[in-house]
T-cell receptor, first 116, second 117 residues
Framework: AQKVTQAQTEISVVEKEDVTLDCVYETRDTTYYLFWYKQPPSGELVFLIRRNSFDEQNEISGRYSWNFQKSTSSFNFTITASQVVDSAVYFCALSGNNNAGNMLTFGGGTRLMVKP | GAGVSQSPSNKVTEKGKDVELRCDPISGHTALYWYRQSLGQGLEFLIYFQGNSAPDKSGLPSDRFSAERTGGSVSTLTIQRTQQEDSAVYLC???????????????FGPGTRLTVL
């Protein structure tokens, strides 16, 4: 069975602080994909990144960066110089190659509050 | 291009009534998924459609839940004899489906908030 754990349920920071959201996963699949989605107050899940299990290179996109470490089964997400607009719930998700439909297993989400 | 759309955005119903929720996937996406987001259970998979194949219903919580996808595009999720525990946000997602070892990104609609009184 697959499992995704986001141990931080809520994080509160002041604008311009850096913040890291943790994600730990469990899977027996040899090939799998990891995702991060953002859910702002409007409710829609917005796709942020998709990472193949064979690609352990870290990725940076503007103020966002992701650290994938297979050895610790972690896929952490860092926001640099946070802004109020980053306030949202962030979900980490996993899909494996034994899953014919590629359906996603989600973590419980981390609510990020960025205060001005 | 247009994203995934869902209707209605909000639905309030009385316990025991049937409801239908609609999803329009992104044009060209052959895979369509329904998920449910509730306070107690988080985000959970319900059902999956791929092309003309039989749907994967493994996530449906009871036989009161069913879904269909007409013409490989629009999907309707039906909940019969609604119960208060069915109150949740129902999210639809679609993706390309290249199969094999590739998992394509799922793009989500805005959801339907269902409240069962």
């Amino acid at each position: 069975a697959q499992k995704v754990t986001q141990a931080q349920t809520e994080i509160s920071v002041v604008e311009k602080e850096d913040v890291t959201l943790d994600c730990v996963y469990e899977t027996r699949d040899t090939t799998y994909y990891l995702f991060w989605y953002k859910q702002p107050p409007s409710g829609e899940l917005v796709f942020l990144i998709r990472r193949n299990s064979f690609d352990e290179q870290n990725e940076i996109s503007g103020r966002y960066s992701w650290n994938f470490q297979k050895s610790t089964s972690s896929f952490n997400f860092t926001i640099t110089a946070s802004q109020v607009v980053d306030s949202a719930v962030y979900f980490c998700a996993l899909s494996g190659n034994n899953n014919a439909g590629n359906m996603l297993t989600f973590g419980g989400g981390t609510r990020l509050m960025v205060k001005p | 291009g247009a994203g995934v759309s869902q209707s209605p955005s909000n639905k309030v119903t009385e316990k025991g009534k049937d409801v239908e929720l609609r999803c329009d996937p992104i044009s060209g996406h052959t895979a369509l998924y329904w998920y449910r987001q509730s306070l107690g259970q988080g985000l959970e998979f319900l059902i999956y459609f791929q092309g003309n194949s039989a749907p994967d219903k493994s996530g449906l919580p009871s036989d009161r839940f069913s879904a269909e996808r007409t013409g490989g595009s629009v999907s309707t999720l039906t909940i019969q004899r609604t119960q208060q525990e069915d109150s949740a946000v129902y999210l639809c997602a679609s993706s390309l489906f290249r199969g094999g070892a590739i998992t394509d990104t799922q793009y989500f609609g805005p959801g339907t908030r269902l409240t069962v009184l």
